[in-house]
């Protein structure tokens, strides 16, 4: 038979913290505060139910095994026995909390009843143990009576009431209304006469609205209490919660009875919350604050001015309390003592909650405490320097976004926490940002030039929008998708941006938009925007920034990461000042240099009129004319760039996206554009609707240009070789790696190699160079191409998975068009993650599994990267640890991101292999 | 030491039959002929130089290998002695041809010299051998010194000359010129003495052009001549030939040397060409012609009309002329028992060149003779009902192309012989129409219904085309390719199409079309079109047609078809009529029914509109009225095609285009459906505008629908279910196959399933019925569904790839958009065929192998088969049989081709697995 209920207290303890599972993960931490030899702490004695009793009982239709009423009984036995008090005994009464405790913590989203065992009948011996302190035990029975009557009574007793009109709000009112009757402005105020009466006025309440009795019975108390937590496991927030967490529905809860203590019992009592170090900053001090003569609840919520524990836990409105340290000493040193053991037991900053009953100090629980990015870097980065953690461990300690949280700006969470957000979108570049709204790429521009902090709000965004977006502090848009060309720009920059904001519906004719709470927003009206969330607000929030050049714990822990990572990480970067920040973000090389970069933006003009001029020949010898204009623009930009990264790999891409994404879509631009090429306007729109493609994700784009127009791809190649030869001739190291994009069978490459290899020798002989160094390889991003690897291998050096093409086309997705269907999918669990944000292991990966695996059947030490936004995505970094790829490249932002990522890696496959000795150790 | 030289004479033979990749295909059949017990024909005796020595040729800088020279005059000796002749010899010379012959054949692609060994000092003797013929000895002498010099000296010297100024043009004219003067009208009329003076000025004609003697020597003719033949394998012709027959460089020529019989050496001499079956209707008769005292390129030349070798052979041109039969009964009747032997040992029809010289028979050639679409079906029936030749041989007898010829209507090739095409495109749609001019669908349906045949011209079509294209004869597009819109539609309706035919250019506006040659072609003027080669004539050339169903030999050919093959084939048919002509050509089922086809063409005006009002609703309660009042059509549309069926499996796709392609792109029809649907034609067009997508191919399409919109799959589930309950009530078969398309995870058709499930109950309660058999499955058609098959095979119980969709998402190529670089693909050699034409097994293959290999892993017995365009493509089948499929499915018109192609695969593997046993044997 099963063993439902572990007891706890008094230096033993029947489980330990490895039985999460079983005892969730507040009971398995109780046990162990309270079983294990370095620890034995005074935490008040209690027993857990197993999470096996939570599952029994929905799967027996809300009945419990039939051993259990026993075993809760034996086991309160024995807290009896160790409390010296008896449950219901109208003397000297036990009375307990009863609480929930999943395998994984969900905050406030299951049950508590306190004070359970508290009746008219032991009340008498509850005044007797709080030495004749009568308001404090019917201020006890009160708050039991309001607890009960909304968790057992109403809740888990499945009334369904209105928002608003439960019974504890009419509690809470009827208290709220005696004490403005009476004049006062506290709880603390209520006399015991009045809290007499109020516990009639509550009675009375409950019988009127459950047509029953409050049970005054310590049992009833009890089981009722057992009862509602395992209800709140189906209650509605936890079951969306464990949605979004992803928490298995059928792991279940645990239940933990406990001995109640009392920080309430007068002026000898207090309860507080500590923390082995600064959650804020990571400093390693103690760190807390308490209430006296109050219990947790008051603590949490903060109607009364928490005192700080010691002199480090002052702050400026606690300044003036007095410290435990001074108040209690003997009970702050024992409480120092624990906590250095806590620290040193679990290797983590743990965060404390104790009660003191009358000059007694009780550990109420335990737990890894919540920190925030910068706190987390420098706890990481100490704990390795005092060796309390191993490197693999001090990696696993910060989360991927709290390296995103210490690389960008952000709103200021108080100032958020006050304000209401006025629309929802897709948070596509994280961080947080404010400015005057703007709907034009135009207007940007000019209002930023004017001085004007703005963001710019559009539909979607498109090419010819760079100008503005990069002005902009921010970008907002009511289409698109996280990997929309809004949301692409942004991260590159790291910028802040929302896309997809459905909320919003922009007029651009009259330039304003509305929200769905109807909010209007004209042009040049103050937003902000959470990118992390994706919340918008009205109005101008403060903004928070952090410093990482001079954050030491940051460059320390990076020093770690960097020691056990394996993948290189590189930058996708297309102008020197990308390459710097690259640099800076700790990049080694960069993986992405797109060509055509140089046709956006800023100094684009004349490029991207020639550029344009190249497209509308007609002829292979116009083209050819233009581009030979174009060469040395090219030239300068490829050289620029390789200049920066000396010593490291640049891998410069060909012109990739279709002719006519670089063609002018207005009619005005259009003419200009006639004009100054001296062609018949009619006659060049022709040419431009020639360019026109009905799916130019399929089209005619990347190598197929180089195949065409061969030209093209000779030109690129001469620019890079030009580039490449004339830096060795200045002293300085270059290795550009030349690739190929859009490839779907080896021939393309080979067709491409052979006019390389002529230029080659034409750039070699004109420099009088005898060699330049390069690698010739290929983008993989067609599915095809990942098939026959192992034919592509034999004609490419190196590959480099594009990822958001091979998920475009993996999937059959259209990223510009899958605001209309892809919500819905996530909505309804068709897959569970946006393929554009993390990659798909099952489908997409397979694909690059494949394509690594017999790339490498022909070409041994092929060497293997990604450059799509997924190499700055955390999971995806893992995945391509995993698959065996040499390096990873993202956006300049996002280097910190990966190269911590991919030490993850490291720790997690380590752990794992850890994990199968034990298990196979075990088995012998 | 290899043996360089195989003598074949006198009824023996160094080689054979198997021999041809050394001795060349003429090389091994005219030691077949010679040598083998069986035959032991009259074939003039000669030698064969094998392939070898022209691979060591080209290896070694145009030197022969050491032995050569004393092998070939060993075998010359043993042609002497069987002759009674001598090389060289004054008295009685023997003469030889020197002639290629490759491992297939490549007709007229390389060259050839005869009469060599024929020289000044030779001369006299052949006029001895001639009875005294100077004229004959002559003008076989002015034969080789012009053939000898443009062979040999010019081309082989690799002397480079324009076109029409090589020395062979010179000679001719100054033949021409001494035939004017003497107003000769044949060259039977020059005289010995004309001749004499010819050979005079043709050898100044050599020396000048040369600056070289013609040479008067046997051993230098000879060796010339072989030197010239294996030359020409590297010609520019025979290259290119190579290149678009895919025969590999490497092979080589053998050269044949051969005595000279003549034809011409007086009345009782001839030559001709004769077959053991009628080629043009496949009878079972001896059929051929011969040309008195003439020689084997007369009868090419086509000057002289020929004559009949029996009665059976007359035509209308040649029946006043004397039968062989009847003019020489003693050889007719020896060549009448060759002709008998030769197809009993080869088992097929031969194509017979035989020379009679002086009464007597010589047989210089034989090979399987080509024979059309209708003779090819008849003589593979006819030889299996004879016995002579196995199912899986007849089968092999036929090529797909001469089915698919069977199959339609075409312009008459006499016709086509005589006209000069004006423009050339792409073969979409096979056979011949002819029809005037229109340019607009509307134009189409207009002048159709006055009786008009017209052929539709547009730059492309679209699905608002349909209508006008049904109506046409015939359709020409100058843009897309071989997939496009235009080429799709007309292969489903077996009808003449061509496509991307830049030749022309439109002016839609003035109605007219130019071609590159400057015709000028307006409204209403005729063209012809053959769709089978994609050739475009002015006016209107004539139409033969064939009748099948009376056709009792392809009715006894496709029984032959069926008993082998394993693969079934079904038919793309989307209404009843379609589903009728499925039958009628044989279809076992229905692979792929499209719902959407109900709302192009005739009579959809009122679903169409019901459809349009559905996607323009703006709540689920909008679209739900309007799919309810569009329900009963589908039902009904539905409902007819599975009664057709009865017995067979009908699949029945469900909505699969993107909802945009419905709705209307011009102005005026929107604003008269925002009137109709009352909604304000500005709020129509954002709702329009909403739905249009970047890239509409992977978009919101598919499935993607049926998860967005729930009721819109729901209606559809429902409509199939009432048509197949209300057949079962009565009393009819019918098995629908319910497919979900365009999916890419399990969860898709899950989610799918549970809202089929719940239809299902509804209609079997509402209709009284306990159980309406099913299957609900998936296409397979992005990659990624392929590569996670084992998932999908889960839910899905059968697999109707999509190869169309999936060509384009694993190559990555826009079916609508490869014109603008597929063309140069193909022409650079980068992808050896159009991938959408003929599946591409390396890449895509291997995407349907992993599909249907793990599909299989998870369900043992799933059933998979082939719905898009290439399951009417012979060589896709062939794959699709290979891979393990149960069907193919393809248009109507193409069921035939699929049945043929099917059984040709069985009979390949057979083949195949009994040359194995034949090497392991060899092996033993």
């Not at 099963?2 to 706890?8: G, L």
């Not at 390296?403 to 961080?431: H, N, V």
């Not at 002005?471 to 920059?493: C, F, Q, Y």
């Not at 494949?850 to 990604?866: A, D, F, P, Q």
Request: overall charge neutral; charged content about 30%; hydrophobic content about 35%.
């Amino acid at each position: 038979m099963n063993k439902f209920v572990y007891f706890f207290g008094g230096g033993r303890a029947d489980g330990n913290e490895s039985m999460k599972e079983l005892l969730g993960g507040k009971g398995a931490n109780l046990a162990e505060m309270a079983g294990h030899p370095d620890l034995r702490l005074p935490v008040p004695p209690g027993f857990t139910i197993t999470t096996e009793v939570c599952t029994y009982y929905y799967k027996h239709n809300k009945k419990y095994p039939p051993s259990l009423k026993k075993e809760v009984e034996t086991a309160l036995k024995k807290v009896e026995k160790l409390m010296g008090r008896k449950f219901g005994d109208k003397d000297n009464p036990l009375l307990v909390s009863v609480r929930s405790g999943a395998r994984r913590s969900m905050p406030g989203m299951m049950e508590t009843v306190l004070n359970i065992g508290l009746t008219e009948k032991t009340l008498p011996g509850l005044i007797k143990q709080s030495n004749g302190n009568e308001r404090f035990a019917y201020d006890a029975y009160r708050r039991l009576i309001m607890m009960y009557a909304d968790v057992v009574m109403e809740k888990a007793g499945g009334i369904e009431v209105e928002d608003g009109k439960g019974i504890r709000k009419t509690m809470d009112e009827a208290l709220e209304s005696l004490k403005k009757q009476k004049n006062y402005t506290s709880d603390t105020q209520l006399s015991v006469e009045d809290l007499k009466s109020l516990i009639s006025e509550f009675k009375n309440l409950v019988k009127q609205r459950f047509g029953r009795e409050f049970p005054d019975d310590p049992w009833e108390q009890l089981w009722g209490g057992i009862g509602a937590v395992f209800a709140s496991w189906n209650g509605r927030r936890a079951v969306e919660y464990r949605r979004i967490e992803k928490i298995p529905d059928d792991w279940g809860t645990a239940v933990t009875v406990q001995t109640m203590v009392f920080g309430n019992m007068g002026e000898d009592s207090a309860t507080g919350v500590a923390f082995t170090r600064n959650p804020g900053t990571g400093e390693h001090q103690f760190y807390g604050e308490y209430l006296i003569n109050a219990q947790g609840e008051d603590v949490v919520a903060g109607i009364r001015t928490p005192a700080p524990i010691n002199e480090y836990s002052k702050n400026p409105q606690s300044a003036h309390l007095p410290t435990l340290e001074k108040l209690m000493p003997s009970v702050y040193k024992q409480l120092y003592i624990i906590q250095k053991k806590l620290e040193k037991h679990y290797k983590d900053m743990q965060d404390i909650e104790f009660t003191i009953e009358k000059g007694k100090l009780f550990i109420l629980q335990c737990r890894v405490g919540k920190r925030n990015g910068v706190a987390a870097v420098r706890m990481a980065a100490d704990m390795y320097k005092e060796k309390l953690i191993d490197a693999e461990t001090a990696v696993m300690r910060v989360s991927s976004s709290q390296i995103i949280e210490l690389l960008l700006p952000m709103l200021d969470p108080k100032a958020e926490a006050t304000t209401k957000a006025i629309a929802k979108g897709l948070p596509a570049g994280p961080g947080g940002a404010r400015g005057r709204v703007v709907f034009t790429s135009a207007d940007a521009v000019e209002w930023a030039q004017k001085g004007e902090k703005v963001i710019l709000v559009r539909e979607e965004t498109s090419p010819e929008d760079v100008d503005g977006m990069h002005k902009a502090e921010a970008i907002l848009t009511s289409k698109g998708g996280m990997t929309s060309h809004a949301a692409l720009v942004a991260r590159g920059w790291g910028k802040c941006c929302i896309v997809g904001c459905s909320d919003i519906e922009i007029n651009l004719a009259e330039k304003y938009f509305t929200t769905k709470d109807g909010t209007i927003i004209k042009e040049g009206d103050w937003i902000s925007l959470n990118g992390t969330k994706g919340t918008v607000y009205q109005g101008s929030l403060p903004l928070v920034d952090v410093d990482l050049e001079h954050n030491k714990s940051y460059q320390e822990f990076m020093k770690i990461v960097d020691k056990i990572r394996k993948l290189k990480v590189r930058a996708n970067a297309d102008t020197p000042r990308d390459a710097k920040t690259a640099l800076k973000f700790g990049a080694e090389g960069i993986g992405l240099f797109r060509t055509e970069h140089m046709f956006y933006g800023e100094g684009s003009d004349k490029p991207l009129f020639l550029l344009r001029k190249m497209i509308m020949s007609k002829t292979e010898e116009e083209r050819r004319s233009a581009l030979q204009e174009l060469f040395p623009f090219v030239k300068n930009d490829i050289k620029a760039t390789l200049e920066v990264m000396q010593g490291f790999p640049v891998t410069i891409r060909l012109l990739d996206p279709p002719l006519h994404e670089f063609v002018p879509h207005d009619e005005e631009k259009l003419l200009a554009l006639g004009k100054e090429l001296n062609i018949d306007v009619n006659e060049l729109k022709r040419r431009a609707d020639s360019l026109k493609e009905n799916n130019p994700m399929l089209g005619h784009r990347g190598v197929r240009l180089g195949i065409t127009y061969p030209e093209i791809s000779e030109m690129q190649f001469r620019a890079i070789l030009e580039a490449a030869g004339e830096l060795i001739l200045e002293g300085k190291k270059t290795m550009p790696e030349i690739m190929i994009p859009v490839t779907c069978c080896s021939s393309e490459i080979a067709h491409q190699r052979v006019i390389f290899d002529r230029v080659y020798k034409e750039v070699c002989s004109k420099l009088k160079i005898k060699k330049i160094p390069f690698m010739f390889g290929t983008m993989i991003e067609i599915p095809r191409a990942a098939l026959t690897a192992n034919k592509m291998a034999e004609e490419a050096e190196f590959f480099s998975f594009g990822t958001n093409d091979l998920t475009q086309m993996g999937f059959g997705f259209s990223r510009d068009d899958i605001g209309s269907f892809l919500p819905d999918y996530i909505e309804n669990k068709i897959i569970p993650d946006d393929p554009f944000q993390t990659i798909d292991q099952e489908g997409i990966g397979e694909l690059i599994s494949i394509g690594i695996n017999r790339g490498r059947s022909t070409r041994k030490h092929l060497e293997v990267g990604i450059c799509g936004e997924h190499g700055g995505d955390p999971e995806s970094v893992k995945f391509c640890h995993k698959v065996g790829m040499n390096y990873v490249s993202c956006s300049p932002f996002r280097v910190a991101v990966a190269r911590h990522a991919a030490a993850q890696a490291v720790a997690e496959e380590k752990k794992q292999s850890t994990n199968k000795k034990k298990v196979s150790k075990k088995r012998k």
